[in-house]
Every structure is written in structure tokens, then in C-alpha cells.
């Protein structure tokens, strides 16, 4: 059987990024910690994406995952809302790849079709589900869950990357 593997899931807001960590060894999921890096409303947004820099990493240095996934953005009809967002991401991205971590990224209808069922389901759908897959998880914000979730969906999809990586590699 595969070595465990620590999995930080993120997923990426400028006001709140949730994050959710899980053990994936070969089908068995557990939970082991979730919560949100909250930035300042009232700062620029350069102190509100530097504060999100620091709280991912100090996520990363308490939790010490082996991998990340991200979520990737659902873009919205507000373009200056949409291009916060993404410099959110950006942030939830570089992190990782800065602490030399592989970072994979996921569409929301995926993450929600892997753990739900269904691509275009709602939140309480997915904190329910949550609850079902990790029993013991604690989720105190729907942020927090979605970040459990992408975390869950890269635990699912991980095997298959591999080999699709394993493959370009010997081509």
C-alpha cells in the first residue's frame, strides 16, 4: 500500500481563504485540521493579500502537507470582484510552489461532483457531505468545508495525475 499522504486543500478568498488538511492512505480519508486565514477588509489590498501570504504559510508550517490543491476561481459577472479573487489564488498558488510543494488545481464542479455527486451543488450539500467523509471534522465555516473538499477531491484524482505524469515522462 502507498505511504500516507498529508493533503492541505485551499480554497482562495481575499476576505476569507478556507483551508482543510486530510491523511489520504490508499482509499482511507481522515481528517486532520481546517479553519480560514482571514484578511483586513479595512487595509489595501496589498497588506490584505500579504496577510493572506502569511497565513498560508503559517498553515503550511504547522501542518506540513506533502501536497496542495487549490480551487480554481469561478469567475463572476463583477470584473473587479473576479480580479481580487484571482490575485487571491495567485497568492494560494505561490505559497505552496514557494515551500516546494506540487500544487494541483481543481474546478469547483469538479471538487463538488467528486465529494457531492453533483457539479452544481450548494454549499450545505457539501458541508453535509463533509460530515459523512470525516466524521470528526470540525468545520466551522462553509470556507473551511470547500477547503476539506478540494482537499478530499485532489485525494481522489491524485492517483490518476500521477500516472498521466508518469506517462508524458516515458513518451
Known amino acids: 500500500m502507498a505511504p500516507p499522504i498529508r493533503i492541505l486543500g485551499l480554497d482562495p478568498g481575499l476576505r476569507k481563504t478556507g483551508w482543510g488538511v486530510v491523511v489520504s492512505e490508499g482509499s482511507k480519508l481522515s481528517f486532520v485540521a481546517c479553519g480560514c486565514v ?84 450548494d454549499k450545505k450539500q457539501v458541508q453535509m457531505m463533509i460530515r459523512v467523509l470525516l466524521p470528526k471534522a470540525e468545520t466551522k465555516s462553509a470556507d473551511a468545508a470547500d477547503a476539506l473538499a478540494v482537499a478530499i477531491c485532489h485525494a481522489q484524482h491524485r492517483g490518476m495525475r500521477t500516472l498521466v505524469a508518469q506517462m508524458r515522462v516515458s513518451a
Open 38 to 121: 482571514e484578511s483586513d477588509g479595512t487595509l489595501s489590498l496589498g497588506e490584505r493579500l500579504r496577510q493572506l501570504h502569511e497565513g498560508i504559510s503559517r498553515v503550511i508550517a504547522t501542518w506540513t502537507p506533502d501536497e496542495v490543491a487549490v480551487e480554481e476561481t469561478f469567475v463572476n459577472r463583477d470584473p473587479q470582484s473576479a480580479l481580487k479573487l484571482g490575485q487571491a489564488r495567485g497568492i494560494a498558488v505561490v505559497v505552496p510552489a514557494l515551500a516546494g510543494l506540487d500544487v494541483a488545481e481543481y474546478a469547483a464542479n469538479l471538487v463538488k461532483k467528486t465529494v457531492v455527486g453533483v457539479g452544481h451543488a
